[in-house]
Structures are given as C-alpha cells and as structure tokens.
C-alpha cells in the first residue's frame, strides 16, 4: 500500500510506538508517564491512542469526558491544560458512551487510524507517543502501513517480568524486525513491590525477565519500574503521578528511562532523536 499522501504529521520531529505482547502490562500507563516525563523535561508532546477496542489514555491523562473540537485544518488535540503543552487524541472522546464497546471490523480500525493521523492538526510536536492495542493486530499493520515514508524513531516494548509476558514480547520483537520498525529498548514494568516503609523490595512476579530478553535478543534494556500503587490510583482518576508523588520510586525509574532514550542519544533534547 502507499504511503498516505494527507498524514498530517510535518510538524512533528520524534514518533515513538509504545508496544506490548498483551495486556494489563502497564502498556499505556508508560505511554502516559513518559509523555508526562518528556513534558516535564520542557518538550511539547503529543499522546496518539489507538488502542480502538480499550481507550484508556484519556483517564489516564485525565482529560476523560472531553470533546474533540473541529476546525478548518482537522481535529484539534485534547489538551490537558492552558500550557498546550501535551495533546491527546483518541477514540475515547469520539465515543457517547464511555460504555459502549467500539466492535469494528479490520477496514473500519484501519479508517479510523488513517483519520487520525491525517486529521489531528497536532502543530509544531517535540514527540508524538503512540498508544498501541496489546499483540500484533489489524491497529499495528494500518499505523504502520500509514506511516509509510513518515520517519518513525523507534518502538519501545514493555513487559512484566515472568516468562509469558516475555514470551510475548519475543512476538512484537519479530513484527518490529518484518516491519522494519527500531527498537528502542524494552522496559520491564511491575518489577517487583518496594516496602514504603523499610524499602525492601520483594519481587512478587520474579524479575529480570525484561534484562535477559534485551540482552538475548541485543536491543538496549530501558530500566524497570516498580509496583506502585499509588501509581495505579492516578491512572484511575488522571491525577499527575510523576507531578505529585515525585519522590516515589516509580517516578524515579520513569524519569531514569526518559534520561536513558535522551542520553542514548535516541531522543536529544532539542527534539531531534538519533537512533543510529
Ligand atoms: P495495558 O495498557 O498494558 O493494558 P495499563 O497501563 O492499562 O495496561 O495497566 C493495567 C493496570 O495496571 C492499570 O490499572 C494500571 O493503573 C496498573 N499499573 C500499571 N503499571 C503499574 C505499576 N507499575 N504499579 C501499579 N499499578 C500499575
């Protein structure tokens, strides 16, 4: 198929994919705190969710219940506040009821992606995160397919630490590898419970698993991030985590993995990502 001749994204200088090999492994609660992280590092970014069939950046980022506005160019972005500093987009809003299950068939998804990508005037974007569905599906072929002749930087995978989730990632590695998609690193999430009392940290679903794959299979291993349940409370009521709780642990390891992708030179602080 050819590249979209409308994809509507020239003002946006770094794409990054976040991916998982199924769900409930804190795929889009990375997508929301790195956005979050990068925005807070003095980027203007843009959260893109196409996670058609589970929505859930918009509570996340909590902006959820809002309207996409129409203008002459397209679809304005959700902003999260008056800074417009980070924009969301997602079916979520498109949605009347928050309840109603979104049971499309694989060309309606690939129009919806399309319309996305060619309709959302995002502006000038440091960094546009996309929010991917769990697995390789029809979502992944049609963003892909989209992007044809857009440069995206990287992929970044995330995982929990035992061996299934792991297992599954081996499968997005190997649809990042037949798309020629790059790889920016994997991050092991939900990599162990640290004590807020002494501390100590107990490894409730083992841990390493996320280490031992990017070795094994030679991409950069992006850092863990712990159990944190207050974590879990702010992607329930789209509350600022990293903003709020920045002394948590998990806050820190996010903050470490934004460091990494900048100091790896994948992301450079004046936007540019290098991902040689
Ligand atoms: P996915 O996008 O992979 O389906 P989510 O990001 O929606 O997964 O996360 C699934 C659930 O786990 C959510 O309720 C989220 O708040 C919670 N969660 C994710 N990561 C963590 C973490 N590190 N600590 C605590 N809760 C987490």
Redesign the pocket.
């Known amino acids: 198929m050819d590249a979209l001749k409308d994809v509507n994204l020239d003002g946006v200088k770094n794409i990054i994919l976040v991916l ?1 090999g199924k ?9 929301t705190q790195l956005a979050l992280t990068a925005q807070k590092n003095g980027l203007k970014v843009g959260v893109l969710d196409i ?1 058609l069939c ?1 929505p ?1 950046i918009p509570r ?1 980022c909590g902006v959820q219940g809002h309207e996409v506005h129409q203008h002459d160019a397209g679809w304005l972005p959700v902003y999260t506040d008056n800074t417009k500093t980070l924009g969301v987009m997602s079916i979520g809003f498109l949605l009347t009821n928050q309840d109603d299950p979104v049971v499309w068939r694989g060309p309606k998804k690939t129009a919806m992606i399309r319309q996305f990508l060619s309709d959302v005037t995002w502006g000038e974007l440091d960094l546009l995160v996309i ?1 991917t569905p ?1 697995g390789t599906s029809d979502e992944h072929i049609a963003v892909m397919e989209a992007l044809k002749g857009v440069k995206v930087d990287g992929a970044v995978l ?1 995982t929990t630490p035992q061996a299934v989730a792991v297992g599954d990632v081996r499968r997005e590695l190997t649809f990042c590898k037949k798309t020629g998609l790059h790889v920016l690193g994997i991050i092991e ?2 990599s162990g419970y640290v004590c807020p009392n002494c501390s100590e940290c107990t490894n409730i679903f083992s841990s390493g698993g996320g280490k031992s794959l990017a070795d094994h299979a030679q991409v950069p291993f992006l850092g863990s ?5 207050a ?2 409370q702010a ?2 009521t789209g509350q600022d985590f990293a903003g709020v709780f920045t002394s948590s642990e ?1 806050a820190k390891r996010f903050s470490t993995i934004f460091n990494g992708l900048l100091e790896n030179r994948q992301i450079t602080s004046n936007g540019d990502m290098d991902t040689s």
């Not at 769900?23 to 997508?31: A, C, D, M, P």
């Not at 991030?225 to 349940?229: C, G, L, T």
């Open positions: 998982s769900g409930g492994v804190g795929k889009s609660t990375v997508t996670d589970g859930s996340m929010d769990p995330v999430n939900m991030v712990p159990i944190e349940p974590l879990a992607a329930e998990a």
